[in-house]
């Protein structure tokens, strides 16, 4: 990129910029399998995995099932800790060969790149997702943007293939000033697409709270001044790295509300299990607060009373549910009780995706309603926000309700039903709302399982033609 | 593997890349920054910072660049270690994307 190029901030976004500082973060990152098959990794982290396991790892290095090639390894000191005491943590950060016994997948579940107009942003509802980073400081192996992390070769919608890129400021900038002219010089509908206005942006990656506080700063305030009203910000940090969020950073975020108070930020934080920010005492059990519910990690409990300390800031939890991590509505139900608790707001689960390798992960989509729904059961009202959802590229789906009862006179309803709602359609909002019904497949773990036994559908998830994109949809126009 | 410090950042040294790094592997040479491979992490944390696009992986430097995998391990070993941002270099733009610039290097 040339200089001309560069986004340049405003002298309001200079001056913002200026008062920004950077911290300094040690978070001990163990990257790859090498320090462990090698004996390298620091004393107490040697035996994080067995001999038997390092083998199985190391057999696979180099063929079509190398473990590492899916997903790059990494984990920081932080969640290591958690992890000693916690078997769902470490099946989310440990490598294992399960994760490659079938490699049954999509390489861009969700086919985000019909969305893209730009590189590194996904433009769906009056949302657009931008990519900002391509790492994490630890992996989660069940990571659905294995593809970004692991810059492995995307199909695009005219059939170039190359690596997902990320976001450049500038270009981000001028999509939604340009898209956002034309939505308002055409009375509130984009003229070619019929979108709305752009005014949310999700921040994403990878992890964006891996960039320096500057960095994100850079961002935000031209987020701010190209007309954005709230930013969300996709974080795990919280559970990998909590002291991410210290001084220097939350010293940037009122600097940030002070001059762009317009500007909401929204932290879509990524807890999968209460392990993740509860202590546990020697028989593994959780402690009890004398003050009320039960003990967290003080770190985690620092970083999110500060969150909260700032009133114009929301922070919304949502994780999907993994085989052998979550899929246990009593972990659940702790996890739900005591985020809200702490102001900590419930709003997805997900089905996994068909990432590659999703079989190793993935919990029959049925299962997973089943788990939620168990796990809701004996929660207050305010305390069951969470929805289950599936993300069709056709837009974000819930899993509504599972039924065991035969739906009397349906052929294909004998065993019951389920029901699936679309929540947003990716391309346009007229959309919400509409249903589809499905004959029951307890096996199936993505939309396919359900190919054979469509009852009524319409929600359009079950249509084979591929929506067309926007850049289809402007060269036919054209 | 380790990450690498490329052409690019001679003459440019923004030295954003510091800030982020968690084991302080980046040394300073007059114009220009190297990263100890030894020491490097390969967290990947540095990459998304450098404003000029100076950093790779090791097995993702091109081909042209490929002699900066050496040189960077080599310099590490001579020059100090900088672990805080400093100001850059005030014609640090119009050294951006300039070719050719390895004659410039200072050691």
């Known amino acids: ?478 | 593997m380790t990450f690498v410090v490329v052409e690019n950042c001679i003459k440019c040294k923004h030295t954003d890349c510091v800030d982020v790094c968690p084991v302080d592997c980046f040394h300073e040479g007059p114009n220009f920054l190297v990263i100890d491979p030894d020491e490097c992490i390969d967290c990947d944390l540095c990459v998304p910072e450098c404003p000029v696009d100076a950093i790779y992986a090791e097995d993702e430097v091109p081909a042209d660049q490929r002699q900066f995998i050496e040189l960077n391990a080599e310099l590490a070993a001579i020059w100090p270690v900088i672990s805080q941002q400093i100001d850059s270099p005030e014609d640090a733009d119009e050294w951006d994307g300039v070719a050719d610039k390895l004659a410039l290097l200072e050691r």
Not at chain 1, 344 to 356: L, P, T, W
């Open chain 1, 1 to 478: 990129m040339t200089k001309a190029d560069k986004y340049q901030p405003s002298e309001k976004g200079q001056a913002f910029l200026d008062t920004v500082n950077n911290g300094k973060y040690d978070r001990q990152i163990i990257t790859g399998m090498k320090k462990f098959m090698e004996g390298n990794a620091p004393e107490d982290m040697k035996s994080f995995y067995t001999t038997v396991e390092l083998q199985a790892i190391s057999d696979l290095k180099g063929t079509a099932k190398d473990v590492e090639a899916r997903m790059p390894v990494k984990i920081t000191r932080h969640y290591f800790e958690l992890a000693k005491d916690s078997k769902p943590i470490q099946v989310l950060v440990k490598a294992s060969p399960k994760e490659t016994y079938d490699l049954d997948g999509a390489a861009d579940p969700g086919k985000q790149m019909d969305y893209s107009p730009v590189e590194g942003l996904i433009h769906k509802y009056e949302l657009g997702l931008i990519y900002v980073a391509s790492t994490c400081s630890a992996h989660c192996r069940f990571c659905y943007r294995e593809e970004l992390i692991a810059r492995k070769e995307v199909e695009r919608p005219d059939g170039t293939v190359a690596p997902k890129g990320l976001a450049q400021i500038r270009e981000i900038v001028d999509y939604i000033q340009d898209h956002n002219a034309k939505v308002q010089a055409n009375g509130g509908r984009h003229p070619e697409t019929g979108r709305e206005k752009l005014r949310e942006i999700l921040m994403s990656g990878g992890d964006p709270m891996v960039l320096s506080n500057r960095n994100i700063a850079a961002w935000w305030s031209a987020l701010a001044e190209a007309g954005i009203e709230s930013i969300r910000l996709g974080t795990k940090e919280l559970a990998f790295f909590p002291n991410r969020f210290d001084p220097s950073f939350f010293d940037m975020m009122d600097k940030f509300h002070s001059n762009y108070p317009g500007t909401k930020i929204r932290l879509m934080v990524h807890f999968n299990h209460p392990d993740e920010f509860l202590l546990k005492d020697a028989d593994g059990d959780y402690i009890e607060n004398p003050q009320g519910g039960l003990e967290w990690h003080p770190d985690t409990r620092r970083a999110v009373e500060e969150l909260k300390r700032r009133n114009w800031l929301n922070i919304d939890n949502q994780a999907p549910i993994i085989a052998d991590i979550n899929n246990d509505p009593d972990a659940l139900r702790i996890m739900q009780r005591e985020l809200k608790q702490n102001g900590v707001e419930n709003h997805y689960f997900f089905c996994g995706r068909d990432i590659v390798g999703h079989k190793a992960f993935n919990v029959p989509i049925e299962e997973a309603w089943r788990i939620l729904n168990e796990s809701q059961k004996g929660l207050s009202g305010v305390e069951t926000h969470a929805r289950l959802s599936i993300t069709h590229y056709k837009g974000k789906t819930e899993v509504s309700a599972v039924t065991s009862d035969p739906l009397p006179g349906v052929a294909g309803a004998e065993n019951g039903f389920v029901v699936m709602k679309l929540l947003r359609g990716a391309a346009d909002a007229p959309d919400r709302g509409k249903v589809t019904l499905l004959g029951r497949n307890p096996d199936a773990i993505w939309f396919s399982g359900y190919d054979d036994r469509v009852l009524f559908d319409e929600a359009g998830l079950f249509t084979n033609a591929r929506k067309t994109t926007d850049a289809e949809a402007v060269q036919k126009a054209s």
